[in-house]
């Protein structure tokens, strides 16, 4: 693994020092200290700091290995899933062998709570944990990156200037990724860069590109290769996004000004709101793994798009902001009509619709009239996508800003 030292997470042998200096961190101690009592963070940060670090030294202080540590945590990651969401639920895992790696394709809507469900819920049903990109954006806050490296996180690097130094980081990326499935350990990586704030989940052609990049002087066509890496379209659908304001703002801004710049902390903040905001009911549909590939990134990256937007699983949100965004010509669109049509939706009841109505108005209140409408398409487009998907319509991805 030593090829692999600049992007790779940590391995058993540094689990120890690692959870070691984090608990003698003070900004780590600050931030589990807000987690556990927001109260005393504020007026008695110091000697909150103590008794968290005395708690993180009695729970977690002896520990070595990276399944022990996620085994350990597994407790306390249901007990913020509980706390945050309504229910979990999940389909499709019955088509995956335990025995296997796989490489976890998904649409992505939350920086963190995204590959945290998605391990919850394989930890949960006896499968290996996978391993998580992340970019190399996020890696800005120093705690934050120790405690992802410990959560089998590695680095897609984005910052770099030239040509050269991105086809070089694409290669290591794409030598790790295959070195991974090699060695039995799965992946977890997103359909695109960035989160889709939109709603609208399409795959990046040059993500799947890149997975073949190291594998190209091995003699195996793409198709063969990409069969090796037992791909699954994963597709995670929230009731409601926490961070759905701040990406509205973002979208506007985008929009009108033609350029968005993050504020300085934005990432740390939008992860935290995303970790313990509420969420409703989150489901996470797992696709059977893809035995016979495409001959092509943008014809693979076209199928992976038609099997998460057909898997998809719309919620009471999706479909009121559908209603009253008026995006789609079928003026006579009706939640029956897509229940019928799309078997992701469910049979929701008249005080279902009428308590996703209230909610949704009570978001669009908090909002400047101006971001309204990009609130409602996020909720909406996936409705629009697995109608498509459903009705057999274009899978070219939509002219929208990469966010």
């Not at 997975?211 to 699954?232: C, P, Q, T, W």
């Not at 304001?245 to 979208?251: F, G, T």
């Not at 469910?346 to 308590?355: G, R």
Request: glycine residues 6%.
């Amino acid at each position: 693994m030593q090829e692999f030292d600049a992007i790779r997470p940590y391995s058993d042998e540094e689990t120890g020092t690692a959870i070691n200096n984090l608990v003698k961190d003070p900004e780590f101690l600050d931030m589990v200290g807000r987690f556990k009592s927001p109260t005393l963070a504020k007026w008695a940060p110091a000697m909150l700091r103590i008794w968290v670090r005395r708690w993180l030294v009695s729970h977690f202080g002896g520990l070595s290995r990276i399944d022990d540590l996620q085994a350990r945590l597994s407790g306390y990651v249901g007990e913020l899933v509980d706390h945050t969401t309504t229910r979990v639920t999940h389909s499709g895992l019955e088509n995956l062998d335990k025995q296997s790696a796989h490489l976890f394709i998904s649409n992505h809507r939350d920086i963190v709570f995204d590959p945290m469900v998605v391990n919850y819920l394989l930890f949960a049903n006896g499968f290996n944990t996978t391993r998580i990109a992340i970019g190399d954006n996020l890696l800005a806050n120093r705690v934050f990156a120790e405690m992802m490296r410990l959560n089998k996180s590695f680095v897609v690097r984005r910052s770099m200037t030239s040509p050269r130094e991105m086809r070089d980081a694409y290669i290591m990326l794409s030598a790790f990724i295959n070195h991974s499935i090699d060695n039995n350990e799965s992946i977890w990586i997103a359909q695109r860069e960035g989160r889709a704030k939109d709603g609208l989940d399409f795959t990046d052609p040059a993500i799947i590109k890149m997975f073949y990049m190291s594998k190209k002087k091995s003699g195996l066509d793409f198709g063969e290769a990409m069969n090796r890496l037992h791909i699954v379209p994963v597709s995670i659908a929230y009731e409601y996004d926490p961070c759905d304001i701040d990406k509205a703002c973002e979208l506007e801004t985008r929009a009108r000004t033609g350029k968005y710049i993050k504020a300085e902390g934005e990432d740390t903040d939008q992860i935290m709101r995303g970790l313990t905001g509420f969420k409703g009911h989150v489901h996470v549909h797992f696709g059977a793994p893809i035995a016979d590939a495409e001959a092509s990134p943008k014809a693979l990256a076209a199928r992976i798009d038609r099997e998460m937007h057909a898997n998809y699983h719309l919620h009471t949100s999706n479909l009121v902001a559908y209603q009253q965004r008026g995006i789609h010509p079928d003026s006579h669109t009706t939640r029956d009509s897509v229940s019928d049509s799309v078997v992701t939706a469910e049979a929701w009841s008249a005080a279902e619709i009428e308590a996703a109505e209230a909610e949704m108005e009570r978001r669009l209140d908090a909002c400047d009239p101006a971001i309204r409408p990009y609130l409602l398409d996020m909720y909406a487009n996936p409705v629009v996508t697995a109608l498509e998907a459903h009705n057999g319509d274009t899978d070219t991805p939509r002219n929208t800003p990469d966010t």
